[in-house]
């Protein structure tokens, strides 16, 4: 079956520290990869998405996801956490193809607390 | 920038009542979804619609749902008779063109059921 896997639910750094969040998928063929962040009461804001090409994306806020084939993994990845970036953060994914509709399938989400 | 909008962002109903959550998409966007979150859960697909009708429903979407685009601009959600777990946040969604576009999500729409 189709899945996303977000292995950490709870994350907790340092301002300032390096954050990575982990996202593995298992699909038939490379699906489009998409980061979600939803602050307390927010909706979800795009941060990045992977379709084709670099592997390497660049996003808003000063977010970074690599995409690795042979890992079936899309982690998100920053320098340095900011207190603002507490948040929580999905993962999601959309077939290839055309035949979805639209059908995001999101992980269960990863909770980052940022410490002072 | 354009954003996606719901109302309301609260409603808290009775057990077996009708409730109708609406959205109003981004002006140019042609597709639309709705998804729920359940509290602790992960966020879930729900529907997608495009030129007025279903494009796609998961198995949640039961005859107890129904979306309507009722003019040109609002997007609904109705839940016929609301049971208790149908709590969650709602949130509606929508993209330019073609499903495989970007989607731009709404703040939500949080619904207790009593």
């Known amino acids: 079956a189709q899945s996303v896997t977000q292995p950490d639910i709870h994350i907790t750094v340092s301002e300032g520290a390096s954050l990575e969040l982990r996202c593995n998928y298992s699909?038939?063929?490379?699906?489009?990869l998409f980061w979600y962040v939803q602050s307390p009461g927010q909706g979800l804001q795009l941060l990045l998405k992977?379709?084709?090409?670099?592997?390497l994306v660049q996003g808003i806020k000063g977010f970074e996801a690599e995409f690795k084939r042979s890992q079936s993994s899309f982690n998100l990845r920053k320098p340095s956490v900011h207190w603002s970036d507490a948040a929580e953060y999905f993962c999601?994914?959309?077939?290839?193809?055309?035949?979805?509709?639209?059908?995001?399938?999101f992980g269960q989400g990863t909770i980052l607390t940022v410490h002072p | 920038e354009p954003e996606v909008t719901q109302t309301p962002s609260h409603q808290v109903t009775q057990m077996g009542q009708e409730v109708i959550l609406r959205c109003v998409p981004i002006?140019?966007?042609?597709?639309f979804y709705w998804y729920r979150q359940i509290l602790g859960q992960k966020v879930e697909f729900l529907v997608s619609?495009?030129?007025?009708?279903?494009?796609?429903k998961s198995e949640i979407f039961d005859d107890q749902f129904s979306v309507e685009r009722p003019d040109g601009s609002n997007f609904t959600l109705k839940i016929r008779s609301t049971k208790l777990e149908d709590s969650a946040m709602y949130f509606c969604?929508?993209?330019?063109?073609?499903?495989?576009?970007?989607?731009?999500f709404g703040p939500g729409t949080r619904l207790l059921v009593l």
């Open positions: 969604a929508s993209s330019v063109s073609g499903a495989q576009e970007t989607q731009y």
């Open positions: 699909y038939g063929a490379t699906p489009y």
């Open positions: 992977y379709f084709s090409g670099d592997t």
């Open positions: 999601a994914v959309l077939p290839a193809g055309g035949t979805s509709y639209g059908k995001l399938t």
């Open positions: 002006s140019n966007h042609l597709y």
């Open positions: 619609f495009y030129n007025n009708e279903i494009s796609e």
